[in-house]
């Protein structure tokens, strides 16, 4: 295995996609088994801009979400309100434990991603306390739709 932090230490790659460069490193003769990364693509930052309760739950909460467009998710945490920034895993994105996000209806509503919590993302580890705290309320000057990666 081969650092990436090492690599930079020698070669400018700071703009290059991980998956291009593994293949332009076999065409080159070596070959490359996997790439290992901790980016997590369709991650982005996003605003609730309306937060109102599931009419067919007692604790689901339907959400407008800015992510550089308007989208609504559907969101169980108990602290998803009004105002706050988020971490928004969009359709197509991959979590860890290779669960990928989908757009589809939750109790018939339409949910177009999912805001996280930070050990969904495997940030944290899975305890009580943090599953208690519910998801991640950013403090940040990032757009929303930006990466959120860059968050990170």
């Not at 982005?44 to 739950?57: K, L, R």
């Not at 979590?95 to 805001?115: C, D, H, V």
């Not at 919590?117 to 599953?131: D, I, P, Q, S, W």
Request: charged residues 30%.
């Amino acid at each position: 295995m081969i650092s990436l932090e090492w690599v930079k230490e020698y070669i400018d790659i700071e703009d290059e996609d991980l998956k291009e460069l593994a293949t332009k490193i076999t065409k080159a003769g070596i070959n490359v088994e996997k790439v290992i990364t901790d980016h997590i693509d369709n991650l982005v930052i996003g605003e609730v801009i309306e937060c109102i309760d599931h009419p067919d739950s007692d604790h689901l909460h339907i959400c407008k979400v800015d992510v550089g467009d308007i989208i609504q998710i559907v969101c169980g945490a108990h602290n998803v309100r009004k105002g706050i920034k988020v971490l928004v895993a969009l359709p197509g994105c991959i979590l860890p434990g290779n669960f990928e996000i989908k757009a589809g209806k939750i109790r018939g509503q339409e949910s177009n991603g999912m805001i996280c919590a930070l050990f969904e993302l495997g940030l944290e580890e899975k305890t009580e306390e943090n599953y208690n705290k519910g998801i991640a309320e950013l403090e940040t000057e990032l757009k929303n739709g930006e990466d959120a990666n860059i968050y990170l």
